[in-house]
């Protein structure tokens, strides 16, 4: 092949691509896409007691559980990171406010 045989696939493929990006059924796609990472993010109950309480269950960059109790639950949460050779621990607290 010579270089501007390669020059010219190299050119046409880029095209196509960007071409494709902006069709209809890939920005349908896109959309659906940011829809349900962002349906995710929503706390969801997973499961329920008797008295009262429930166990919530949302997603971020990681799965995340919390229990609320009455009105206001607030949850810590002590994980290990995997860094390398380390392990890097780190806490999050979780607080839900009741809105009227």
Same mark, same amino acid.
């Given at each position: ?21 902006? &069709? ?5 796609? $896109? ?20 008295? !009262? ?16 109790? !009455? ?20 806490? $999050?607290?979780?607080? &839900? $406010?009741?809105?009227?």
């Amino acid at each position: 092949m010579t270089f501007l045989k390669l020059l010219l696939i190299v050119v046409v493929s880029v095209c196509a691509i960007v071409a494709c990006n902006q &069709t209809e059924w890939y920005q349908d796609f $896109e959309r659906g896409k940011a829809a349900a990472i962002a349906d995710r993010a929503v706390p969801r109950i997973v499961s329920k007691t008797d008295d !009262g309480c429930a166990v919530y269950s949302f997603y971020t960059d990681t799965t995340h559980y919390f229990t609320r109790c !009455g009105s206001a639950t607030s949850t810590d949460r002590t994980y290990s990171v995997p860094a390398g050779k380390m392990q890097n621990r780190k806490t $999050e607290s979780i607080t &839900t $406010e009741s809105h009227p």
